[in-house]
């Protein structure tokens, strides 16, 4: 496990300093590697040990390829898993209410009750609870970047992760060696979205198959 320090003066709000949790498999291969494979499974909000602690435990989600050829490293959201993690109170989540009302009354119990929850959670997690949106933790894809001192970034996103991946690309176009999303997703409009794959090197939409697989390499 490895760790990094996100401030969020990259994003909207002065804030102290975020710590990352990072997992990271080291490639098998060393004469032919490429470099660091930042992945992200999407949820959102998985952990960023639950993805890749399952290559050497025998339940296996990579190809050779891709671990023969790259450190692949895997990031806890802020405010998720081993980062900085929001916080809340069970008491409020564990109350019984329908989140699926048919009425006025079973409307306004389902209101009252993510209130209080949503409300537990500001005051035990204070002003993180502001910035752990999309775009901050992708700023913090661009501090993992810049720790990791290889030059552009190889990336990999499943589910959300292609969200990340794709706002990635239109914040640090310049920046990115390869960019693979599973699913197509337009960022501001379909236009953006040619630019940024005009740009950079995108796959759209990745199925995990060996061709694609080799397309990163």
């Known amino acids: ?50 993805w890749i602690k399952g290559q050497p435990s025998g339940a296996p989600f990579f190809t050779e390829a891709l671990i023969f050829r790259f450190d692949l490293i895997d990031m806890g959201p ?18 019984r209410v329908t989140y699926f009302p048919n009425t006025e009354e079973e409307f306004a119990a389902m209101v009252t009750h993510n ?18 949106d999309t775009t901050s933790v992708v700023h913090d ?39 693979a999303p599973d699913g197509t997703l ?3 409009n379909q236009r953006s979205l040619i630019t940024i794959c005009g740009m950079v090197h995108c796959h759209i939409p990745l199925r995990l198959s060996s061709k694609n697989i080799t397309d990163l390499l």
Request: glycine share 14%; proline share 5%.
């Open 115 to 132: 209130k209080a929850f949503g409300e537990s959670c500001l005051n035990l997690t204070g002003p993180l609870l502001g910035i752990v």
């Open 78 to 95: 802020r405010g998720i898993g081993t980062s900085t993690p929001i916080k809340c109170d069970p008491a409020p989540w564990n109350g």
């Open 186 to 188: 337009t960022v501001r």
């Open 141 to 179: 894809l661009e501090v993992i970047r810049l720790a990791l001192d290889e030059g552009k970034v190889n990336y990999l996103g499943i589910s959300h992760g292609s969200q990340l991946g794709m706002q990635y690309a239109e914040l640090y176009p310049v920046n990115i060696r390869v960019i």
């Open 1 to 50: 496990m490895r760790t990094t320090e996100s401030t969020s003066q990259l994003g909207r709000i002065s804030w102290e300093n975020i710590t990352l949790g990072l997992s990271r498999l080291k490639a098998l291969g060393t004469t032919n590697r490429i470099g660091s494979l930042l992945c992200n499974q999407g949820g959102p909000g998985n952990a960023a040990s639950d």
